[in-house]
């Protein structure tokens, strides 16, 4: 075990619980790991720039000015990570995910990829930068416990 603190950015889909497993399984296996993450709560994603900044009748400016907003946090976090996993999930398409990933590879930080199998063709390119392609929240802790610890 390492005395290091880990920190992993967790990047991706906001509509199930996958970040509390990859948390409570990272804390059951005692792993010094600190989770950041992007703001999970759509709406407010959706809105902090209006809400913030003011409103915009053109939704165009009305998502840019969101963007903007909700970088200061997903770009600032993601530089700090040693790891970032980004999950792609089933029903949505998380264009943000995919641009996390490209923002996290450009920056030399190392990636998991978590998706299922039939997003493994539209995500070759994803998978590609990546240090590991995960299925499943449990093969992420496996895999942070062996980077971490260097152990099975």
């Known amino acids: 075990m390492t005395d290091q603190s880990w920190t992993v950015y967790l990047s991706g889909e906001i509509h199930t619980d996958w970040r509390r497993e990859i948390a409570d399984g990272c804390a059951a296996r005692g792993l010094p790991v600190v989770f950041t993450a992007p703001v999970t709560d759509h709406g407010a994603s959706d809105d902090c720039g209006v809400e913030i900044l003011g409103a ?3 939704k165009f ?3 840019r000015k969101g963007a903007g907003v909700n970088a200061l946090r997903t770009r600032t976090l993601i530089g700090k990570a040693d790891i970032v996993v980004v999950r792609f999930g089933e029903k949505y398409k998380q264009w943000n995910a995919a641009f ?3 923002y996290a590879s450009a ?3 190392r990636l998991i990829i978590q998706h299922g199998p039939d997003h493994a063709h539209a995500l070759k390119e994803v998978d590609e ?3 590991a392609v995960a299925e499943t929240p ?3 802790v496996r895999l ?3 980077a971490i610890t260097g152990r099975l």
Request: without cysteine.
């Open 129 to 131: 930068a990546a240090e």
């Open 61 to 63: 400016w009305h998502d």
């Open 107 to 109: 920056l030399g930080k």
């Open 100 to 102: 996390e990933a490209g």
């Open 56 to 58: 915009e009748e053109n």
């Open 144 to 146: 942070l416990t062996y």
């Open 138 to 140: 449990e093969q992420v």
